[in-house]
Every structure is written in C-alpha cells, then in structure tokens.
C-alpha cells in the first residue's frame, strides 16, 4: 500500500514556475511508477506526466511538454513536479498518483492505484 501527500500548489500568473512535491510512503517491497495528474473544474482528470521506478524514464502529455518535469528522489520517498511558463489553462487540482509496476522502467499514463488529496493550482491572467 502506499500513501501520498501533495503540496506546493498555489495562486500564480501566467508565465511563472511552481514546484509541486509528492512525499510518499509505502508499505511495500515492489516497485512503483509515479505520476501527475490534473481536474481542471468541470473536467476530467488528465493524465500530466508520470517516471519509472528508476527514474530514468519520463512521459508527458503534449500539452505540458518542454514546460513541466517530473523527477524523484527515492532517498526521500518524493516525487516532483517543476511547472514552467505557466498558463491560465494548466489551473487544475493535480494530483499524485502510485501505481505498481513490474517492469522497473515502466512509464504508465492510466491504471493507478493510489492517489493523494491533491493541490490546487491556480494560473491568473
């Protein structure tokens, strides 16, 4: 089983950074794929980005590549989302999401498991 917290979401305007943080705690050996999503209001919750087990591999949505990485510390159990340039359009509650995996380069854009409360981000104009 595995927990996830969220934070560093926030009010900022178009064209700022913000960096999301995902500490996570897990109650088991096997390895995991993290990943972000987002609900924008009145949508469904897309898939933003996600990193293997190793961390070695990415994948993104078109919409936020070039402008977003994710990377991992698994020293410190958490999982990081560096938002750039940010738009209007990127204003969502995301979320972090655990997902097991058996392959340890894995990079799975749907199918998690576990999934934090959330942080809201907001992207004025």
């Known amino acids: 089983q595995v927990q996830l917290v969220e934070s560093g979401g926030g009010l900022v305007q178009a064209g700022g950074s913000l960096r999301l943080s995902c500490a996570t705690s897990r109650r088991t050996s096997s390895p995991y794929a993290m990943g972000w999503f987002r609900q924008a209001p009145g949508k469904d919750r897309e898939f933003v980005a996600t990193?293997?087990?190793?961390?070695?591999?990415?994948y993104y949505a078109d919409s936020v590549k070039g402008r977003f990485t994710i990377s991992k510390d698994n020293a410190k159990n958490m999982v990081y989302l560096q938002m750039n340039s940010l738009k209007p359009e990127d204003t969502a509650v995301y979320y972090c999401?655990?997902?097991?995996?058996?392959?340890?380069?894995?990079?799975?854009?749907?199918?998690?498991?576990?999934w934090g409360q959330g942080t809201q981000v907001t992207v004025s104009s």
């Open positions: 990193i293997s087990w190793s961390g070695r591999s990415t």
């Open positions: 999401a655990a997902e097991v995996v058996y392959h340890s380069e894995s990079v799975p854009t749907s199918g998690y498991k576990y």
